[in-house]
């Protein structure tokens, strides 16, 4: 009769209902499921010698909520806020039949219970949590712009109070076992091999079949209408700050609060209509469906290798070599190190290749003082990076990754020596952010094995890995590198070869459109407020500073004597040329760039000059309109990676923009963006930029083909 769940009645009236969700690793509740249950529940109710329900895994885990796969497609399909309401009310009606249907029920949480699968234990009269670490209970759903939509946003407030479940709702982290019993979310902790047996015990006790908020006079602790100061405070304060956090990009914090806010102000069962008018809203909404597609749905696939060659056999890399001890170079070999390989940290100087260990040391130092690591684990660590001078130490390794200067001539040095010494087999490795990896491969003698492995810095905080195929790098390269990005359990996207790969040429729009706007006469404050307010990390200005002016200076050089009279210097060469020309304003790193660093510590500061050297326009363009500008410019060259073919896939461009460059998530990734305005209205706006600020933004024949045909960079569902 079921094939998600099992269901027994044993001699003392207990109705087990097991979940077994059929070929998926953990439980989803999906509309199949979701009926499955619906009918157990009713059958359990209608069976007199049922006393009692009990609802289990048959998993590691007991529920990890709803099936995000089945929803992702639901903005593409057209799907209408009433269509979303009454999704949301199906699982909520569902749960509030559980709790009402007049029978005590338990759930024996054996694993980790999650947005929907917490819902569903929340509406059992009583909860027993394994104490296992691992089986942490919440409700995520802000994190891919929904809200706990079959009940979370009324049970949680109702049972831990209005602040408390504001915060739980609103930041989405999960809880241990111990702070979820300490909060209230559960009864009862137990070791995971009893907690059916605690469950059951409660059930054949004398147990209530009755949920407080059904019972009369009950009240929300600590007050749950506008009258009850806490709630006025966490309101109040609550809306300003996520208002500061997210600058209005994220409507589902938003929503939470305010279904939290007005759900507890009226009754049960009304609260539950308006926790599903919010949540319809949000699924209706693209933001929903960018964070779902895009940090989910994509990010699982790329996390999982999707992109590698299929009939290329498993490879791990046991020992790695690991060019230049700079700090991208300490950073490869520190967590290279910390997945269990061995590292060769190869310099100039035995000082350089210390101080570059030295790194890995400070970082497992500081895990030590958190107490997240012990001294003999980061002993274990440092003994597996070597430091040296001698390339003949790099016999035996599978893989050897060049983080040396941006010069082709350095570059070319260390490749040869390299291949002195490592077997024909080896993978060889450059970690340039810029200089094409074809004509990097000219100076191997194995251009087959030659590949671009591009980290971000600081590498052991950023989850992403860029690899860019050079025109002669082999299937089992590309496989080999894939399979090395796997070890470290970072983020792979796959691009083809190109002058600045695909981030780096993203990002370099986004800064050379903040330089060229002060060039303009727009005021610095006004470029960085709408950077961020786009939904950037920083302002163009100050991430400008960070990568360093004058690397940008060198890149702009650089690329201009690569490609010669063709070559159109790019339009913030003008502002780059003259801080580091004239002004020796070379960013950060030599203590001032666009803004001013104080050598005691403290805030930055915008440099007080930049009003002298570009003085302020007389009218001021707005924020929307700036932001608009830094937005689309970033995309519309993503589109022409796409076009050139430097991309694959837009979920790679998508990834890869938000991972490696700060693009916003909100809007899905650069491409994303595009379908999120729509094709059409932002061809016929980059139209209108292009007539207003120069070339840069003119959408090419073959964007707007697209357009016309009314053709996304992601097919809709059929």
């Known amino acids: 009769m079921y094939q998600n769940l099992r269901y027994a009645v044993d001699a003392d009236g207990i109705a087990t209902l097991t979940l077994d969700v059929a070929g998926k690793p953990m439980n989803v509740l999906d509309p199949t499921v979701n009926g499955e249950l619906a009918a157990a529940v009713s059958a359990a109710v209608a069976d007199s010698a ?48 559980i709790e009402t249907c007049g029978k005590p029920v338990a759930a024996a949480i054996n694993g980790l219970a999650l947005g929907g699968g917490l819902e569903l234990a929340l509406a059992c009269h009583y909860r027993v949590l394994s104490e296992d670490p691992k089986a942490v209970v919440g409700l995520p759903e802000v994190k891919i712009g929904l809200l706990p939509g079959a009940g979370g946003t009324q049970r949680v407030p109702r049972l831990i109070g209005v602040m408390a479940a504001a915060k739980l709702m609103t930041d989405g982290n999960p809880v241990a076992p111990a702070e979820a019993k300490q909060l209230g979310l559960v009864h009862e902790l137990a070791p995971a091999a009893e907690v059916v047996a605690r469950a059951r015990a409660w059930l054949l006790g004398t147990p209530e079949a009755v ?59 009304t609260g539950l209509r308006v926790e599903s008018k919010h949540f319809a809203k949000l699924l209706a909404g693209p933001v929903s469906r960018n964070l779902m597609r895009t940090m989910f749905v994509n990010k699982g696939l790329l996390d999982k290798l999707s992109r590698r060659p299929a009939d290329v056999p498993k490879w791990q890399v046991q020992k790695l070599g690991v060019l230049g001890a700079g700090m991208m170079g300490a950073g490869i070999a520190h967590v290279s190190a910390l997945a269990g390989m061995q590292v060769v940290l190869i310099d100039a100087t035995d000082a350089a290749a210390q101080h570059g260990k030295a790194y890995s040391a400070k970082l497992l130092q500081k895990e030590i003082d958190r107490g997240r690591r012990t001294p003999e684990s980061r002993d274990a660590v440092l003994a597996r990076i070597t430091p040296t001078t001698d390339y003949a130490l790099l016999k035996g390794c599978e893989l050897v990754i060049e983080a040396v200067f941006e010069d082709r001539a350095i570059k070319a040095d260390v490749t040869a020596k390299t291949e002195a010494v490592i077997g024909r087999d080896a993978v060889f490795a450059s970690n340039t952010s810029t200089l094409p990896i074809t004509g990097l491969a000219k100076a191997s003698k194995r251009p087959a094995n030659f590949i671009g492995i591009h980290f971000f810095s600081p590498v052991e905080k950023m989850p992403l890995v860029e690899i860019i195929k050079g025109k002669r790098t082999s299937a089992q390269t590309v496989a080999r590198a894939l399979d090395y990005v796997g070890q470290l359990k970072k983020t792979p996207m796959v691009v083809n070869d190109s002058r600045g790969f695909f981030t780096s040429r993203v990002f370099s729009t986004y800064c050379s459109e903040g330089q060229h706007m002060l060039a303009e006469g727009i005021t610095p404050a006004l470029i960085e407020n709408a950077g961020r307010m786009a939904g950037m990390p920083v302002g163009p200005l100050a991430v400008s500073d960070e990568v360093s002016i004058e690397l940008q200076y060198k890149v702009m050089r650089q690329t201009a004597v690569d490609l010669g009279e063709q070559h159109e210097l790019p339009i913030a060469w003008p502002v780059v040329r003259h801080f580091v020309e004239d002004l020796k304003r070379l960013g950060r790193k030599s203590g001032g760039g ?59 461009g998508d990834l890869g923009s938000i991972l490696g460059i700060g693009f916003p998530a909100w809007a899905g990734g650069a491409l994303s963006y595009i379908d999120t305005v729509g094709i059409a209205p932002f061809v016929a706006e980059c139209e209108k930029l292009a007539k207003q600020h120069g070339k840069r933004f003119k959408p090419s024949k073959w964007l707007k083909d697209k357009a016309a045909r009314g053709e996304g960079f992601y097919p809709k569902p059929v």
Not at 53 to 77: N, P
């Open 594 to 652: 666009f803004y001013d660093y104080p050598t005691g510590g403290g805030p930055k500061r915008l440099w007080s000059g930049l009003a002298t050297e570009y003085p302020p326009a007389a009218v001021q363009p707005t924020v929307d309109e700036l932001r608009q500008r830094l937005l689309h410019r970033q995309a519309i060259e993503a589109a022409r990676c796409m076009e050139e073919g430097v991309l694959e896939s837009a979920m790679e």
């Open 211 to 269: 949920a407080p908020w059904d019972k009369k006079g009950f009240k929300v602790p600590g007050g749950g209408t506008l009258m009850s100061p806490g709630v006025t405070q966490t309101m109040m304060g609550g809306t300003a700050l996520i208002a500061k956090l997210t600058l209005r990009n994220y409507p589902a914090p938003q929503a939470i609060l305010a279904a939290i806010y007005e759900g507890c102000s009226v009754p049960f069962d």
């Open 50 to 97: 049922v006393k009692g329900l009990l609802i289990t895994s048959g998993k590691v885990a007991f529920v990890a909520g709803a099936d995000i796969k089945e929803m992702v497609d639901a903005y593409d399909r057209g799907i209408t806020p009433a269509e979303a309401y009454a999704k949301s009310q199906a699982l909520s009606q569902l749960f509030r039949r």
